[in-house]
């Protein structure tokens, strides 16, 4: 694992990365993970927020892979700290195929100028998930529909073992404290229950995900937003929690 002053690889083997921005985001502003996933000179960038991390987060992409090498630009679902730069991206990375859920795709190009057709370079996810080739690895789009948004996808990567959760597992903290890494789950719990408990739809939507996920060896979750979750240990007692959580209409 590396580490930089904005970046943390979590994995780096043969011609495979997993690297994370966690420090882009301004203080005042919801803290946001980017992800670049790399493989034999092709790039995914998952979820790059808003206009504010554009500039940044574009130069420090660049040192993982080219921008012309970014193959994917995966936008988990719609929110503004996921496509708020769409319309930015969509020209930096002149070569990148947009992949969104499909429910979104009339929804997106608001976020375009006028003068921009985005249509012919989506790449839609189906409800049911897909899978992207990129270099010499296949990524898994793992659909979590209403987890929280109703078209909402996640990234698992086989050859890293890592799941990109998006918004699920997410966790916020007060100002003054923060941290890259769960070593104490139980803990961490007060940082992510209740966000999920009002943005999660409800827990028969996560047992529609845990269905979704078996079989996948997870060794690493990183979600949106917060602190990542690494090792077996921290994501078994991730996936039990989440398991029996009562969220959204459940509350009702």
């Not at 500039?55 to 080219?66: D, G, M, N, T």
């Not at 070569?95 to 370079?121: C, D, M, Q, T, Y």
Request: net charge negative.
């Amino acid at each position: 694992m590396q580490t930089s002053e904005t970046m943390l690889t979590l994995y780096s083997k043969d011609a495979h990365s997993f690297t994370v921005f966690r420090e882009l985001t301004p203080q005042g502003y919801v803290q946001a993970n980017q992800i670049v996933i790399a493989d034999s000179g092709e790039g995914l960038l998952a979820d790059p927020s808003g206009r504010v991390t554009f500039s940044r987060l574009l130069a420090e992409v660049s040192i993982i892979v080219p921008a012309p090498k970014i193959k994917y630009l995966f936008f988990s679902h719609q929110d503004p700290d996921v496509i708020g730069a769409a319309s930015s991206w969509y020209t930096a990375l002149p070569n990148a195929k947009i992949v969104l859920p499909e429910i979104w795709a009339r929804f997106v190009p608001h976020v375009f100028p006028p003068e921009v057709s985005p249509g012919n370079r989506f790449l839609l996810v189906p409800e049911q998930g897909t899978e992207l080739e990129l270099g010499n690895c296949k990524l898994k789009v793992i659909p979590a529909h209403f987890l929280h948004s109703p078209g909402n996808n996640q990234i698992y990567d086989p050859c890293s073992k890592i799941l990109f959760s998006g918004d699920l597992f997410a966790s916020f903290f007060p100002d003054q404290i923060g941290y890259d890494f769960v070593k104490d789950f139980d803990e961490h719990v007060k940082y992510m229950e209740p966000f999920h408990k009002r943005y999660m739809a409800g827990n028969k939507a996560i047992q529609a995900w845990l269905n979704r996920i078996k079989g996948l060896e997870i060794e690493t979750i990183v979600p949106q937003h917060g602190a990542i979750l690494s090792g077996k240990d921290v994501v078994e007692k991730a996936l039990k929690w989440i398991e029996s959580l009562k969220c959204g209409i459940d509350l009702l």
